[in-house]
């Protein structure tokens, strides 16, 4: 029960304290509902995230990568977390940001236009030796 009142916590912090953190993480809560994902998942990704927007002060898509691997060097060295704390900042880094590439764009347009694009774009890379001899890769 600790647990979830210090991912409580943490979160409010973070949205309150870092200029934009509440709309991000709003998608991120969104998109992991969506995908049909754990609230266990939840809580140790966005505990993690708003722990490091907190440490720099800005959202994580503005946090350098240099800046990210010294904080996790030295959460690592300094406080001795565990390895499951690393690996749940990292892996709640990169859903964070991803999630805020697909989902960031101002136009819904934009969004449709990615979407149509990648449905167009071919799924395996062509050749012009492809042709060759009339060879046609199936």
């Known amino acids: 029960m600790w647990e979830k009142k210090a991912f409580y916590r943490l979160v409010s912090q973070a949205c309150d304290m870092v200029p934009g953190f509440e709309n991000g993480y709003r998608k991120f809560e969104r ?13 140790n ?22 800046e990210i691997n010294c904080y996790l060097y030295h959460k690592a060295a300094d406080e001795q977390v565990c390895e499951s704390y690393i ?11 991803r999630i805020q590439r697909l989902l960031g764009h101002n136009q819904i347009r934009t969004t449709i236009t990615y979407l149509h694009i990648a449905r167009v774009l071919p799924k395996t890379a062509k050749s012009p030796l492809d042709t060759l001899y009339n060879f046609h890769p199936s």
């Not at 998109?31 to 809580?43: D, Y």
């Not at 722990?51 to 350098?64: I, T």
């Not at 690996?87 to 940001?97: D, F, I, N, P, S």
């Open 31 to 43: 998109q992991v509902v969506l995908k049909g994902l754990s609230e266990g998942l939840l809580t």
């Open 45 to 66: 990704y966005g505990r993690n995230v708003a722990q490091l927007s907190l440490h720099f002060g800005r959202r994580p898509e503005l946090v350098s990568i240099e």
């Open 87 to 97: 690996r749940h900042t990292v892996c709640g880094l990169r859903m964070w940001l």
